[in-house]
């Protein structure tokens, strides 16, 4: 089946600095990948979708300066957390859609990332 | 945009009893519906889905439900066990708007052994 990775699995930063995380698929190709931040005991809340060799589209609420979202080939996305700051402590989750398989609207979940702002 | 609402938020089961969990959503226009299974600190995994075409699926212990009419789904856990203890999402999506998923806001089932 399709899988999704995402590196690193945690990360501990200082207030202030940047944080990038990668999202990959492995054995399929992905023009569009889907990044959600999830608060503890929380549903997961879309941030952004994004497109391979185009802009990313933001929810509404969702800074795209702080945010940052690079999907420069069809197997990797990147979400960077810019001048991170405590409340941006929060479990960060990509997604994708591998449109080969038989079930083209399912998405497949990488393992996610916990950030941790001190 | 598209609203889905999710209940219980939290439901204690014994062993070998069922667990049903039901979402109504907002969008008529929503035509697929995937649940999830979160265990602590995991990624969300995909357990079961329908799309609006069909009213029942059924995978093992498992089963969805959908009534378009009513806007609302259901999943049903038959025979529960302790590994089904975990936070179970539910979700719409509208495969015109880009296939966005709109999650519930989960339920936290414990199954007691």
């Known amino acids: 089946g399709a899988v999704v990775s995402q590196h690193p699995s945690w990360v501990i930063c200082k207030s202030g600095t940047s944080v990038k995380i990668e999202c990959r698929s492995l054995d399929f190709q992905a023009t569009t990948m889907f990044w959600y931040r999830q608060f503890p005991k929380q549903s997961l809340m879309l941030m952004a979708t994004?497109?391979?060799?185009?802009?990313?589209?933001?929810e509404q609420g969702v800074e795209k300066d702080k945010f940052l979202i690079n999907h420069a080939s069809l197997t990797l996305s990147t979400l960077t957390v810019t001048s991170a700051h405590p409340e941006d402590s929060s479990f960060y989750i990509c997604?994708?859609?591998?449109?080969?398989?038989?079930?083209?609207?399912?998405?497949?979940f990488g393992p996610g990332t916990r950030l941790t702002v001190l | 945009g598209e609203n889905v609402e999710q209940h219980p938020s939290t439901l204690s089961v014994q062993e070998g009893d069922s667990a049903v969990i039901k979402c109504t959503y907002s969008d008529s226009a929503s035509n697929y519906f995937p649940w999830y299974k979160q265990e602590l600190g995991k990624r969300p995994q995909l357990i079961i889905d329908?799309?609006?075409?069909?009213g029942e699926k059924k995978d093992q212990r498992i089963a969805v439900t959908l009534n378009k009419t009513a806007k609302h789904f259901s999943l049903h856990i038959t025979e529960t066990q302790p590994e089904d203890s975990a936070v179970y999402f539910c979700a719409a999506t509208i495969k015109a708007a880009g296939n966005k998923l709109t999650f519930g806001g989960g339920t936290r089932v414990l199954v007691k052994p």
């Open positions: 994004s497109n391979e060799g185009s802009k990313a589209t933001y």
């Open positions: 329908i799309r609006s075409n069909v």
């Open positions: 997604s994708a859609r591998d449109p080969t398989s038989g079930n083209t609207d399912t998405q497949y």
